[in-house]
């Protein structure tokens, strides 16, 4: 296959039936009515407005992050590219609003980079287990040559990379007994994202990784058909999964970057002013979602503890470090050159 083209749309079923069918019947539809592809209603005049999906509530840093760049793209267009925010999972979950955007039913989308592993292998690079020893060191990699070259990518599947977000760390928290050590999650029902390499690093621990909706958690940690996932601190609390699981365990396991995305005929068929501007606000957005990021995190935690949720912070990690190395063996060979970017990097 040639590596420029784009990969085929998802792992999962081809063109999903009812609603997600639907809104690429009418995406196709609206493009007809304006006279073609998506690339070239890009080319034509007049204003573009663009639709990005989003997972998260309205309050949520990364929807602010998504705001505040539309905020810039209408100014340094001078107006000619509006973009809509469609948050609380709207356009579909994770997953879908990434098949939507390779096909071009929709333009943008935040996506994890979890999930997009499945469409750009690289980008499992991310969910390797404890690569990053805190939030500086990724972003001096994110920020690094090496970490552009990532984002690059993804014009491969269909899309154009604008930029990275913050993603914070990933954490474990558990319905019916805290995890202090990785021989805790032995026998566990983990929810993880679509990601061979958190399928891998669950069943390294012992426990039973189930690949999930995130819309679907809550009740599956309430019924028990979970005993717990991990996340994010902003996530834990706005998701209200601290009412049904409150133990949280601090090991910061995997800092899976946040990535904006556009279909990538739409950028083609955009001028390069336009370009330019998308791409500065883009930048400039980026700095603002980290500074809420970082508020949200401190509050958020202090929140959790008021609600007599259990906070165990994991101070040594070498035992997790030691019982999760097969995952980094088996998927780091493909990933060579960023695993020593990464290290290169560690102590800069």
């Known amino acids: 296959m040639n590596p420029t083209s784009p990969q085929p749309v998802a792992r999962r079923s081809l063109f999903k039936a009812g609603a997600f069918g639907a809104a690429a019947v009418a995406g196709g539809l609206a493009l007809s009515a304006c006279g073609g592809s998506l690339a070239g209603s890009a080319k034509s005049g007049g ?6 999906a989003e997972t998260h509530p309205d309050d949520y840093p990364t929807t602010l992050g998504d705001k505040k760049f539309a905020e810039l793209a209408e100014k340094y267009t001078d107006g000619r590219i509006k973009i809509q925010v469609y948050a609380n999972a709207q356009l ?5 609003a990434i098949e939507q955007v390779q096909m071009g039913s929709i333009e943008m989308t935040r996506i994890s980079s979890a999930p997009m592993g499945e469409f750009v292998p690289a980008m499992g690079l991310f969910s390797l287990p404890y690569l990053f020893d805190d939030a500086d060191h990724l972003w001096r990699f994110l920020e690094s040559e090496s970490g552009k070259k990532l984002l690059g990518e993804v014009d491969g599947a269909g899309f154009k990379g604008l930029g990275y977000y913050d993603p914070g760390a990933r954490s474990f928290y558990t319905s019916k007994k805290p995890i202090t050590a990785p021989a805790d999650l032995k026998g566990l029902k983990i929810r993880v994202q679509q990601s061979q390499v958190q399928i891998d690093f669950i069943k390294a621990l012992g426990g039973s990784p189930t690949p999930m909706d995130y819309g679907e958690v809550y009740s599956s940690l309430q019924s ?21 699981a409150k133990n949280y365990t601090l090991d910061r396991h995997m800092r899976v970057a946040e990535v904006l995305l556009i279909n ?8 390069a002013e336009d370009q330019e501007a998308l791409q500065k606000a883009a930048d400039e957005s ?30 040594d990690l070498a035992p997790w470090r030691a019982a999760t190395k097969s995952v980094i063996d ?17 102590s800069a």
């Open 286 to 315: 980026a700095p603002f979602q980290r500074e809420k990021w970082d508020a949200q995190v401190e509050s958020d935690l202090e929140k959790l503890r008021g609600e007599g949720v259990k906070i165990n912070e994991i101070t």
């Open 264 to 271: 990538k005929d739409v950028w083609a068929g955009l001028p």
């Open 224 to 244: 028990g058909l979970l005993d717990g996932a991990e996340n994010n601190e902003p996530s834990y609390y706005s998701a209200s999964h601290y009412e049904v």
């Open 330 to 346: 088996k998927h780091g060979a493909k990933l060579g050159t960023y695993l020593d970017a990464v290290e290169e990097l560690r």
């Open 47 to 52: 204003t573009k407005t663009f639709k990005l």
């Open 92 to 96: 579909g979950e994770e997953s879908d």
